[in-house]
């Protein structure tokens, strides 16, 4: 594994290695956001590199921006060059252009916890999919009987639908507790309050570079190569709200209040030596779904929950990346499939990444499989859904040989639901 | 009704008489797309009107832009006075600055016939709902039987579900026929080709203007006064896709590939004398649903079918958008009740508007009940679903005192699928 001259971009435990270099939006406060690479214990400002002359990414600049998506756009062949050149200026025995020049290096590179991290990409769509196969299983049979448990269609398409992308939140945004129409056990109509069975989503998300023409199809190894890369995601999910929402057209509110991602989007390109491919298949799959190679990743995930007042979280959850049933190169050939356009800066969710063991499912609603079987936390409290104050986190990363390329953090902190306002207080406007 | 010095505009079928001012966005070929307001038949280039100092939305210039997403930004209050001004400036008997004086309204007016109309606004977010009580019926009938038909939530909540915003296109944009996995009736798997049960769904779409904040919900009279205006809107859908796969996460590529609006968006403020109250519940509404006035509009729609090689259209439904269960203003603040944040640009289907008679039903699967009952069009062809080459047109107003607030047309013409690429031709990429 190649060294960097950062030299705690080589600790072996360290997620931002030089194998890595995730792209994210960062500044300092009060300075303007913009993006940037991250490696080892700090931040490279990819903006005044460019504007140095020291990378260069399109003909126009692209990285003096609140958002990745110019860069994004721009292709995978851009993609290569610029991982190529910052590996070459941080690489031990590379570039010697930042790494000797102290000057250079105290305007370019801010420590991590010295910055803010925002949103790393204006998200253009938020699709979610349900294409795990332990999850749907392990659903299905809560929701639906264990009879019922996988639909008919699940082995052929990986089921997906559009979630809401302006409550896409970067890592670190609390999460207010939803409001929403529940329907207690055993009684038949509704009433309106806040979640009582708040959850969370262990997800990857795949982050489409280049668009699609309207009207147009595309293979999956077409797809593959639009996407840039990944963040973690979580999918803050209200079961009871959905419970009773959900039928016949899908969930809406019980996924609308927010959704994390990572501020770190590790890319396709880093992650290739992690290649593994999807499962045997229980169907055969339509042609238009064939990989034609490899195109899951073998990437360890683990989702942490600290409560209020715990000084360490206890990690409820370890699973893989790999256990998805499709890959997310599919998942976008299929979102194609009908002639959909496919933007720049879209975000595809894996669905639920759970495995097969019981500690390695990747929501609540399944360690305590919809409350009947709590989970006793490292303090000694019981958790079946999560509760105010409570801090959620997800972390995950490819093992190298001696490195890793991983995503860092995606947190939460769950805030109580807001008072109701007085819903007949507000005047009417009727102009 | 006051008149216009444009005298198009006060003929008695006119859509764009006085008391309307729709906004669209124009250009003649080869001209940047900027905002208008259309009269009788011409459109008056607001940007110029702007420059000119004729007209002041807001602090900036709002109007020399490719959408009215910042003019729709700037609130109701801006938006009154708007109206106020160009309401005075086109009135027979108002500010003569622009009807005195022929060389400012030869650089200022253009015939609608010779401009192109783009698409009005960038969408940021679509939500189609189902919220009519009519296609409820009928489709639940189709899908799940009569005794399943009205899901238990039905009468409680305005379901909507999160639709796809890149697919969302101006009327005359032709409609690629998508492609996608059908299961073909009495069989167990599923096959991939073209859509054998492309239809239409004649919807209002209500177009967000302010934006709310993130962990608020809004009652319904903020979201009320949060609308800005109003699109027809084609859900163009296809049947076969849905049916399998829409449970149970909902409908997916069966909507994905188009949404058509008109160019035109008739404002709130323009309907306002045609409020008309919602139906009579038929089970209590909750609080956060609870209307301060009536927030229904009457507004006459018509859907027109013209097959290849026809001279005439035929109309095959006549409905009124007063047929909906929920209003607009009830679908926001339910999208909003999670804390889900709406954006500027959101469009909101109102779902399929049918009306209770058979001729007033709002889309083919209804009127052709499923195939069933194909429909005869003028020229003596016969339709269950539609075929490539035809036309659709939707069309609606509100019809005052000799005059009409309308919509214009809303088309779409269907093209032939494409072909299926290759499969397995493109390269790997597996970079």
New interface residues.
Partial sequence: MMKSWIETANLIECHFSLANLPYGVFGRDGEAPRCGVAIGDVVADLAALERLGLIEAGDAPVFDKPALNDFMALG?PRW?AVRARLRALFARDGDPALRDDPALRARVLAPLEAVRLHLPFKV??FTDF?ANRHHAQNV?TM??GPENAL???WL??P?????????V?VSGTNI?R????I?PAGQ?????GPCRRLDLELELGAVVGTPSV????L????A??MIFGYVLLNDWS?RD?QA???????????K???TSISPWVVT??AL?PF?VATPPRE?PL???L?E???MLYDIDLEIRLRPPRARRPTTISRTNYREMYFSAAQQLA??A???????TG?LLGSGTISGPAKDSRGSLLELAWGGAEPLTLDTGEMRTFLEDGDTLTLTGWAQGEGYRVGFGDCTGRILPA?A????????????
Same sequence: chains 1, 2.
């Fill in positions: 995978k290569a253009a769509g349900y299905g929701f639906r639909p008919p269609n052929s398409i089921i997906g639908y559009n979630g809401r992308a302006s409550t939140v207010t939803p409001l929403g129409q329907r038949g109509l509704p009433g309106f309207m009207g147009r199809p293979t999956v190894a077409e593959d190569a209200a709200i009773w929402e959900y039928q016949p057209l899908g969930p809406f509110q019980a609308a209040f927010a396709a390109a290739a290649r169907r339509l042609p238009y064939t034609p190679g490899p299929h979102h499939s009908s002639g959909c356009k496919m933007e879209d807001p109701e306002p007085d819903w007949t207080a507000a005047e009417a406007h009727l102009g």
